[in-house]
């Protein structure tokens, strides 16, 4: 590790059009864009380059001890030859930024 960024994430959530934009590094090379409902965790990931759905999260509702405990379980779809390890990690990120705007 040189402690240098994997990747910088900018959010703008209270707009019309919600959308975490995902940068390489700490440049201004745009990756990706995160779009969708970010309360309710269901988004998807779309290539900055060829607007490709990349992968799709979603919170998993048939979660019982979600109900009961506040426990959160997600499903993530990944696209095939896209890096499902730095999706989860993002669906981290996205959790974390979710809970800290809601005083969690």
């Known amino acids: 590790m040189d402690g240098k960024p994997l990747v910088t994430c900018q959010a ?5 059009k919600p ?9 201004k090379d ?3 864009r995160l ?7 269901n988004f998807k990931f779309v290539d900055a380059t ?4 990349l992968a799709f999260s979603h919170e ?3 979660n019982i001890s979600g109900i009961m ?16 390890a730095l999706m989860m990690a993002l669906v981290m990120v ?8 809601h005083g969690k």
């Open 12 to 16: 703008k959530i209270m707009t019309l």
């Open 19 to 27: 959308q975490v934009k995902v940068f390489k590094g700490d440049s």
């Open 30 to 32: 745009l990756m990706l």
């Open 35 to 41: 779009e969708g409902n970010f309360t309710g965790r």
């Open 50 to 53: 060829t607007n490709a759905n």
């Open 60 to 62: 998993k509702h048939s």
């Open 69 to 84: 405990f506040g426990s959160d379980e997600y499903v993530i779809e990944v696209a095939p030859h896209v890096d499902s």
């Open 94 to 101: 996205m959790d974390t930024m979710q809970d800290n705007n």
